[in-house]
């Protein structure tokens, strides 16, 4: 064989394997997603997840035998070693509609074990755990990457929707 047909076969195979590339990045995106899917979540933009926080310190050993049938909805979220029971009501649920993407997203990530850890600057993470804020209804947007660490960038407290105002 020619040292050009050997060229000419490796340019197209590259050729090929590029075109395999973006396809599969174009169907991610068709598919709902928010681009190159595999990537830690970086690519996949914020994650908005509604709920309150249950008890802290607290796991989810501690509420499943406080109560009869466990919730599926229970989260636990540890904080630098602190758990925290956090009770999800809705993934991806925004004004106006719901992107089911971050729930399938947010699913894959946690699986079975519901256990997220989590990472925030410290004084928004005791506003969100203080006794007097649990189990009021709060909006946490973040970066939910596939480490299984969401980021949270902001927290709203829901309660009174008309003075909420976001803390990041």
Not at 8 to 15: N, T
Not at 68 to 76: F, I, N, T
Not at 92 to 105: C, K, L, N, P, V
Request: with cysteine; aromatic share 8%; hydrophobic share 35%.
């Amino acid at each position: 064989m020619s040292n050009r047909s050997r060229t000419m076969k490796r340019a197209l195979g590259a050729g090929f394997a590029a075109a395999l590339c973006l396809a599969g990045a174009h169907s991610v995106s068709a598919l709902g997603g928010n681009g190159l899917y595999p990537f830690g979540g970086e690519f996949r933009g914020m994650t908005r997840v509604t709920g309150h926080v249950l008890c802290s310190p607290c796991t989810l050993k501690d509420m499943s035998e406080a109560t009869v049938a466990p919730h599926q909805g229970l989260y636990e979220f540890t904080y630098k070693g602190q758990p925290t029971v956090f009770a999800v009501t809705a993934i991806g649920d925004f004004d106006g509609g719901r992107d089911t993407s971050q729930e399938a997203y947010w699913r894959a990530i946690t699986g079975l074990s519901h256990q997220v850890s989590v990472r925030a600057e410290d004084s928004l993470w005791q506003q969100l755990v203080a006794e007097s804020n649990r189990k009021k209804p709060l909006l946490l947007t973040g970066l939910l990457r596939s480490t299984g660490t969401l980021d949270i960038a902001e927290a709203t407290f829901l309660e009174n929707t008309e003075n909420a105002e976001p803390h990041s």
